[in-house]
């Protein structure tokens, strides 16, 4: 059985968290480095952007997990120390000063960094903090690391639930950044995820590899895929249930866990998305096998049109069809039936592939409200699949439209 | 020796067109349906969308031009008669009407809607007034058709250009619509180009499929591939030309005016974006090969954030690279050189995949034009394309919030 707990990434034993203004923003009430540390050494696993520019950091984060351990996160915003040419050598050196605060190896660190693409990032005021910010870590700080890694987010994105394995009392949490430059491809924008479940590096990769698929690769924002984008997860067994060294029934529980943390990420992340004002589901049934399931529900949460017409209330469906036409995998359209759904009610809207009579007012009150599901049956199978988005506004683009100066 | 000459479809000697308010669209300032005659029967090409779900019109006309040749071009604004039940009879009808009034067969007519999707079309008011219409069809015009296939076009779309081809001058010319749902895949859009160059059916089919992976393929406002895109050439010969059937000189000069009659209505396509306040050109140089050379053009111009970036006038480099990283095909992001250039200069502002130093205000001053091209360089081969897009503004997102409603 899986709980929602409080505490996000402190939720599991042995895990503490903060999150400071170093000056990386010129913000001074805006907190810019986070740090999350293990009390013990972790199991390490992640995923990462398949953009073939990559940050800096996601290299050096790569190196410094090969050996499936890690013992800390330190995440900087602000900067994404991408397209740099010293980009590696910073990362490094931020691995470097947070390893000399906490007296650990500069390689059981992992590094990410967020924020404005090309623009040099200073050592100095990581450096110059980072020891205040190792002495402020707490088992109830995760909130100032989630702050802290925020960018154009309008809201902290922290989650954790307890579920049992192997008999023991399991947490497991994360948090989140994420709100633009979302569309992601096997990995995601910047998620952190702890756990005090026993579980071997092995296990933890395949389980989180896995996930990515039906969680983070499910959200899109605007269709771009970040440079940045790290998913990682450290458990540091502290719940003491025996290691989760092979598939089975305690796997089975772990991965419902982490699937519970990321599908709520997934979530947050989407109805904060750049100048969003509704989050959009769509849940896709009736096809013939997942990959089809996935890519046509994919399709409708990213169609610019739909999106437009969601924040309009507008029952414009035919936008619906032409994004399950476009999606590049086969779709017999004269078998799609359409609705919409909110806590407002639900309205079939296309039958068949054609039209059906409908009321524009009931609809137009279900599409008012601030979270819509698209609801979509190929009729042609058994599998499903679900999608997460957003609707399109002005304020995404009046946010885009001058972010970096 | 290609000239731009004016006439747009009226351009090329036999041809007549016009169009009127027939009473499809409520606005009655607003003609809603266009007409494309010619005097002597014609050779006939198409090419169409992609997607899956395809409006009714493309079925039939895909039919009637089978035996590669037509007369006459009907199409209506308003109603795009796509996923409706009785879709392929009213375009039928709509055949049938215009081949009466025309005292043509109806399978000689090319058939096209535009505008919403999913609302029945009544062929009332198309059967009502296609005599007047017919009527009313002259060699001046091309600018009433061009006005009546607009749905949320601000401008007319057409153009011409005479040619020579065997001793003969020949003259080619068209009209377009498309703002929105513009992401072409081998078609695009209604583009309807009239030429009296004589050329085989077999040979106006090679010219056109070639041309628009190179024009229409390269444009791209949304990322929403339409149902009903189609790009329609007729050729009726009466230039006296004599009739091109095979490849060489003839063919060429012709492939060449073809394509400066598509490049033109391709920028004129991509600059009335839906709410765009800048036409984008994305100039890359230095590919592998050509695949690898549109796929990255292409993607760059369809950014979200750099299509926002550019309407605020933000230098956001990094936001290129990004979308240069996610196209799909490998690049050595290391060698890649970005500049911006319009006609108050040109800067460059990365160099081997880093930032260089730069003026922000000259950057600024660049930005603020309404015509900016992205340069980049691969500098990894031979192989350049350049693709079309737009800035994504407020008023692409108020357009489409309540287009329907």
């Given amino acids: 059985m899986i709980t929602q707990i409080k505490g996000g990434v402190c939720a599991a034993k042995g895990f503490k ?26 199991a390490a696993a992640g995923v990462y952007t398949k953009n073939l520019v990559k940050g ?13 351990k890690a013992r800390a996160i330190v995440c900087n915003s602000g900067n994404a120390n991408t397209c740099n040419a010293n980009g590696i050598e910073i990362a490094e050196a931020m691995c470097r ?5 906490l007296g650990i190896a500069p390689d059981d660190v992992v590094v990410a960094s967020t924020g404005v693409i090309g623009q040099p990032l200073s050592i100095d005021p990581i450096a110059e903090h980072i020891g205040e910010l190792a002495a402020s870590v707490t088992s109830d700080g995760s909130a100032y690391a989630a702050e802290a890694i925020m960018t154009t987010d309008t809201k902290k994105k ?33 998620v952190f995820v702890t756990t005090d479940c026993a579980i071997s590096a092995e296990m933890l990769q395949k389980a989180l590899s896995e996930d990515v698929k ?32 092979d598939e089975g029934a305690d796997f089975d529980a772990f991965a419902e866990a982490l699937h519970a943390v990321t599908v709520e ?41 739909t999106k437009a017409a969601m924040f309009g209330a507008d029952a414009n469906w035919g936008r619906i069809l032409c994004a399950i036409g476009y999606s590049g995998v086969f779709v017999d359209v004269n078998k799609v039936d359409v609705s919409f759904r909110s806590k407002a009610g639900e309205i079939l809207v296309c039958k068949g592939g054609a039209g059906v009579d ?9 599409l008012t409200e601030s979270e819509i599901d698209i609801v979509v049956a190929l009729n042609d199978g058994d599998a499903s699949a679900t999608a997460w988005g957003c609707d399109l506004t002005y304020d995404y683009v009046k946010i885009n439209g001058d972010y970096r100066t």
């Fill in 158 to 190: 922290e989650v954790a639930y307890s579920f049992t394995a192997g008999g023991k009392e399991c947490r497991i949490g994360g948090i989140a950044k994420g709100s633009g430059m979302i569309h992601p491809n096997m990995a995601t924008m910047l």
């Fill in 214 to 245: 039906t969680s983070f690769n499910m959200v899109s924002v605007d269709g771009d895929t970040s440079t940045n984008d790290t998913v990682c997860v450290l458990a540091n067994g502290m719940a003491g249930n025996l290691e989760i060294a």
């Fill in 265 to 305: 990420l997934c979530k947050m992340i989407a109805g904060d998305g750049e100048g969003a004002t509704k989050l959009l589901t769509c849940e896709l049934s009736g096809a013939p096998n997942a990959e089809t399931a996935q890519t046509v529900a994919k399709s409708v949460i990213c169609s610019s049109l």
């Fill in 97 to 101: 000063v947070t390893g000399d605060a």
């Fill in 17 to 42: 968290a903060g999150g400071i203004h170093c000056g990386i923003r010129k913000n001074r009430t805006k907190r810019d480095l986070a740090l999350i540390v293990s009390e013990v050494p972790a």
């Fill in 358 to 366: 409908f009321s524009e007012e009931t609809a137009k009150t279900i």
């Fill in 56 to 68: 800096a950091p996601i290299l050096v984060t790569q190196k410094n997990i090969a050996n499936g």
